[in-house]
């Protein structure tokens, strides 16, 4: 297992900003306003999940907006789940929701029966 990483110093162009990083990564990256870092942060192929933390509701209620990703989580690690929950990605992210609703429409084949008697 991979010890938790920071990463300074790194460009937007770099292959660990701008692609999906499985591992235990976050990188530095430094932004004038909040809106600039919201556009920064969806300026990607992906959009799995995003955490935001801030005291503000509104920049909370901006970033839920602004941001194209499967789920939002406000003062958390986006890695918060319940099974009840619909995970899943926006974008190249993945297509479809996990969580026992979505599992169940998932393996649910829907037929539609009409009589005219």
Known sequence: ????TILTGVTREMKVICSEV?????????????????VMADDSLYG?????????????FMAIRRLDVGGVIINDIPT????HMPYGGNKDSGLGREGVRYAM????????VCFNL
Do not use: C, H, W
Not at 51 to 57: A, E, M, P
Not at 80 to 83: E, G, N, Q
Not at 105 to 112: D, G, L, Q, V
């Open 80 to 83: 918060f789940r319940v099974d």
């Open 22 to 38: 499985f591992a235990p990564i976050v990188s530095v990256l430094p932004y004038d306003s909040f809106e600039e870092a919201l």
């Open 48 to 60: 799995l999940q995003a955490g935001i933390f801030t005291r503000d509701i509104n920049k909370a």
């Open 105 to 112: 429409e998932e393996m649910t084949n829907i037929k539609m």
């Open 1 to 4: 297992m991979s010890s938790p």
